[in-house]
């Protein structure tokens, strides 16, 4: 009798079940995996960034803008709801028969796809929001709310204040001044920067038992045995205010006011705007008086540079782009980076909520 060898040992069907089997878990273990926890990482900074530097990019082409004839514009991004989607299929399978070799007759079958699909909400600001936030001054409570948290007083009244009882902020652009001419504003704002550091200068406010409105008060301490009564003294001797006085309201120069009273007369958003485009310096024009020599900066003047040229503006602190011409803020210019950041808040600050229903723009990104 013939006899034959033994056939060779085929993997049977269970054996290719279970593998498929293990091969659809990973699969499945792989598209379960949350991409949401280790999103919020790395997105939550980036939108914060991209949000930052888009509203600096806004408050630069409203500056220009207003320089150019043209009106303000704000957007405001009220929403950002981040989607996020993986999907992963596979597939495993086999043909068995008498010649069945893995290699060949075993076949896999896997894909993937990841999409990222943010959608914006956008508020633009128009109607009575619009004129109230652009026309309306800076309230004396708003400032002197910044003022308490420890904001630069120079850009911050720099920028917002025209005068203090009668002290006027000249911070006009060109020709050096005359001796004496803007001294006492500067005077001023250093006198009360030192007192405020030294806890000499509170800023207190009450509530209007008719209007609930804030009414600011400003109390100046002296300090016999330290500079601040040096301080104490230049404060009331540039705001006319009676000697030995410590609590003082303040109010709107529009205002009648007491002997004891500070009158700010404040600037609306627009008169800032205004303001800081007459300080944009042409490529190769002459530089103004306050950036040669050994002349101090006049307070909350922001530099911007124009150039018709694409220059190199990815590391300008803040940049944008009107009618074919360029506008940055260079980057190592700290006191036009701290007023321009001053003028961001300000803005964020004079923003009012109002009842009417604004329109709301809804943008997929995909």
Known sequence: MRRFPPSPRLPGP???RRLAAALALAALAGGCTGIGPRAVVTDQADYAVALRDARKSQLLQSIVSVRNGDIPSFVRVDQIVAGYERRVAGSAGNVLGTDFLFNSDFNVFAEGSFADRPTFTLKPLQGVDYARVVLRPVAPADLLALAS????LRALFGLAVQSINGVVNQRLPGPPPEPGASG???SLISALTRM????????EFERDPETGAPEPYLTILDDPSGRASADAQTVRRLL???EGSERHPVTLAQARR??????????????ILTDAGRTILVEGAEEPYFLTGDWRRPPGVIVIRRTDRAPLMHGAYAA???NGDYYWIETDDAPSKASFAMLMLLATVMEQTSSEANPV?????N
């Open 361 to 365: 723009l809804l943008i997929p990104t």
């Open 196 to 203: 405020r550091d030294a806890g000499r200068l509170l800023m």
């Open 149 to 152: 948290g420890g904001a630069d």
């Open 14 to 16: 269970s054996r290719a």
């Open 240 to 242: 006319r205010l009676p």
């Open 258 to 271: 007491a002997s004891d009273a500070i009158a700010i007369q404040t600037r609306p958003l627009i008169e």
């Open 320 to 322: 944008t782009e009107y």
């Open 184 to 186: 006492d504003f500067d």
